[in-house]
């Protein structure tokens, strides 16, 4: 049956980039894992090209750990030094929706089905970015043999602070009207997808907790009694109808997973995103403020350097500015492409799981339309022996 991962791969390409000196990436992350220690690495298909043509082709293998040093390193490095980028941002919510089921059907989707989609989507949304696609800290990533893992440890002040700030930019005005729509519709509708995923990923793990309990029910109408027994043989034919059902919510359930679900738990992090830029522009406007209110306080003898960090801050809030409204653009514009294909993906899949389904399913019945049991006499309470008359 159809494995929506198939669906994914092919849809989720990264778009053609603009003609550049510098080199850029298309990676696949392989059905290939490598298990060292406690570390499960996924291998990386890397082809690094220069005006569209294939300059070099690689594999490489990452870890979990090596993704998430990698998304700090981008939000500390790059997000924190350039004000209004909104910078791609890995997921953190759980890929496997239950660990306490087994998984029987594992084996038509690829192991760790759900992690590598995760993973693609976020390297795609990395290269995709005009600027961080073509960072250093994203080629290293994509080229070195090993990657190192940067580990950032922040001081209580500092997360003491950044709680303050959280709490100071909620109910903070911005003086552009833009942005302060945005901050408002975004927090609207943060709330409205996440409450949306959740309820997908109950209405989702249900099918498979139906389809587990299918696959007991198929389980205790499967007969050890004698194969030629007109009523076992009906029931074992029961069996492989629920057996088959069974295996459609499992599908169905994994379709799910693959492509809604893996986008939502994406889109997610990226509103999250959007928010920490808003937040480092609030930080931007408290500073400014204070600027002001320093430069005016200010005697003749600091004058000068006041009137000068009163014009950083206002050149750092006016590149806010203007990158800030290029990347709300961006996010939008890819957000909703990503959301489409997600939801194009979600349908083809489980239509096709559906419709494979029921043809096997339509098969069940002609099979038991075309069988005519043998009943013996009433007074003979021997096992039927015709081949003919008592098998499908």
Same mark, same amino acid.
């Given at each position: ?58 594999? #490489? ?23 209004? #980028? ?31 989609? #995760? ?12 600027? #961080? ?260």
């Amino acid at each position: 049956m159809m494995d929506a991962s198939e669906l994914v791969f092919q849809n989720d390409q990264p778009l053609p980039m603009r003609s550049t000196l510098l080199p850029t990436f298309s990676v696949s992350v392989m059905d290939k894992t490598e298990k060292v220690g406690e570390k499960t690495y996924f291998f990386i298909s890397v082809q690094k090209l220069l005006y569209g043509d294939l300059q070099d082709e690689s594999e #490489i293998r990452r870890s979990i750990e090596d993704f998430r040093s990698l998304d700090r390193r981008i939000r500390v490095e790059i997000s924190e030094n350039m004000p209004g #980028i909104i910078a791609p941002r890995l997921s953190n919510r759980e890929t496997t929706l239950t660990e306490d089921i087994p998984d029987n059907h594992a084996r038509f989707m690829g192991k760790y089905a759900s992690e590598r989609i #995760i993973l693609q989507r976020y390297l795609i949304t990395v290269l995709a970015h005009p600027y #961080i696609g073509q960072h250093k800290l994203t080629s290293d990533f994509l080229t070195s043999p090993e990657s190192s893992v940067v580990n950032y440890k922040f001081s209580l002040g500092r997360r003491m602070t950044g709680a303050f700030e959280d709490l100071w930019g909620s109910s903070y005005t911005d003086p552009d009207p833009y942005f302060e729509e945005r901050k408002q519709k975004m927090a609207a509708y943060s709330g409205t997808v996440t409450e949306f995923a959740n309820a997908f990923s109950l209405q989702n793990i249900n099918k498979k907790n139906l389809s587990s309990t299918l696959a007991l029910l198929s389980h205790s109408l499967e007969s050890n009694g004698h194969p030629k027994d007109s009523l076992l043989k009906l029931w074992n034919i029961a069996a492989e109808v629920i057996k088959q059902e069974e295996y459609g919510w499992h599908l169905a359930y994994w379709n799910g997973e693959l492509t809604l679900g893996t986008f939502l738990k994406h889109h997610i992090a990226q509103m999250d995103s959007f928010k920490d830029m808003m937040q480092r522009r609030t930080s931007l406007l408290q500073e400014l403020d204070n600027a002001k209110k320093t430069s005016e306080k200010a005697k003749p003898p600091k004058k000068e350097a006041a009137h000068l960090a009163l014009a950083k801050a206002e050149e750092a809030v006016q590149r806010s500015t203007v990158t800030g409204k290029q990347e709300i653009h961006r996010l939008k514009e890819a957000e909703t492409k990503g959301f489409r294909q997600a939801l194009i993906d979600y349908a083809e899949s489980q239509m096709k799981a559906a419709q494979e389904t029921y043809e096997v399913l339509l098969e069940q019945i002609r099979r038991i339309h075309e069988w005519e049991p043998a009943f013996p006499d009433e007074d003979d309470t021997s096992i039927p022996t015709s081949d003919s008359n008592s098998s499908l």
